[in-house]
């Protein structure tokens, strides 16, 4: 399986700069990437180690997946895709992680920071190991920015970090891996790296956006051999149906290097 060139499908696709990460899984095969390590926002992509999080506070005990919440007024910003979550409305944590990784509903992202605590969600996944990741802030789906006064800075969730999550996620080193993946596995978003796959492909994954950056992750399975993959796109392009389809053209480039060769038949000759 020959190595791709990810700066060169990058810059063909207008991804520029991008940073991105792929290997495969079961500890079978390769692993690829191109990042130059520089910060980038990850804007909605950290609402994957916020689930785990949650994930991680279910096994523990201090919570469970039914445990009810009421949507604080104070939580409320706008979301791209229809949503329950207003004020007063009387939900579950296992709601609030569903719509968090399947609509990227803000509202029950800023809900479950409430719920969790961002400093024993921060301490959670350090002891999972990652202590590159940090809640800091709430989101905001748009201006004005939500009051936050517990506000510490930016969330910080690196492609490095995104890639090494989902490697997590897809081999059950995580609480409730198995949930998780059944909830990335129904994202609304399929507008990225999705539309560069081919029918029968299946793509656990989240996307991110800001009027910045642009991103999209997640564990992918093959039609054709069932190979499994993480993929890891960070982009600091700003959120557009443009660059969207920038996101598939990648895709499709990259896509036939995923697929291993054929055996060849034996020649009698």
Same mark, same amino acid.
């Given at each position: ?65 039914d445990?009810?919440?009421?949507v ?19 939900t ?44 800091? @802030? ?33 081999? #059950? ?22 539309r ?8 656990a994954?989240?996307?991110? #956006? ?35 389809? @920038?996101f598939?053209a ?20």
């Amino acid at each position: 399986m020959n190595q791709p060139d990810l700066a060169s499908f990058a810059d063909q696709t207008g991804l520029g700069a991008a940073q991105i990460h792929v290997r495969r899984l079961a500890g079978v095969g390769p692993a690829w990437s191109r990042d130059d390590g520089r910060t980038v926002y990850p804007a909605s992509m950290i609402k994957v180690p916020l689930a785990v999080a949650a994930a991680a506070a279910v096994a523990a005990g201090r919570l469970r997946w039914d445990t009810p919440a009421v949507v604080d007024a104070r939580n409320a910003t706008f979301n791209d895709a229809p949503s329950p979550m207003i004020p007063g409305y009387a939900t579950t944590v296992e709601e609030l992680v569903t719509y968090m990784l399947q609509r990227s509903d803000n509202v029950a992202t800023n809900q479950l920071y409430d719920v969790l605590g961002r400093e024993r969600a921060t301490a959670d996944m350090h002891a999972l190991g990652f202590p590159n990741v940090f809640f800091r @802030r709430k989101l905001s789906g748009g201006l004005p920015l939500i009051e936050d006064p517990e506000a510490t800075g930016r969330n910080a969730f690196s492609a490095g970090d995104a890639a090494e999550l989902f490697t997590a996620i897809a081999e #059950d080193r995580v609480p409730e891996a198995h949930a998780l993946r059944r909830m990335l596995s129904t994202s609304w978003w399929d507008v990225k790296l999705s539309r560069g796959l081919e029918p029968g492909d299946r793509f656990a994954h989240k996307t991110g #956006d800001t009027d910045e950056v642009s991103h999209d992750g997640g564990i992918l399975t093959l039609a054709e051999d069932s190979s499994r993959w993480v993929l890891v796109v960070y982009t600091e392009l700003p959120s557009s149906e443009e660059n969207d389809l @920038r996101f598939g053209a990648f895709m499709r480039a990259l896509r036939p290097r995923l697929i291993a060769p054929s055996p060849q038949p034996w020649s009698t000759g």
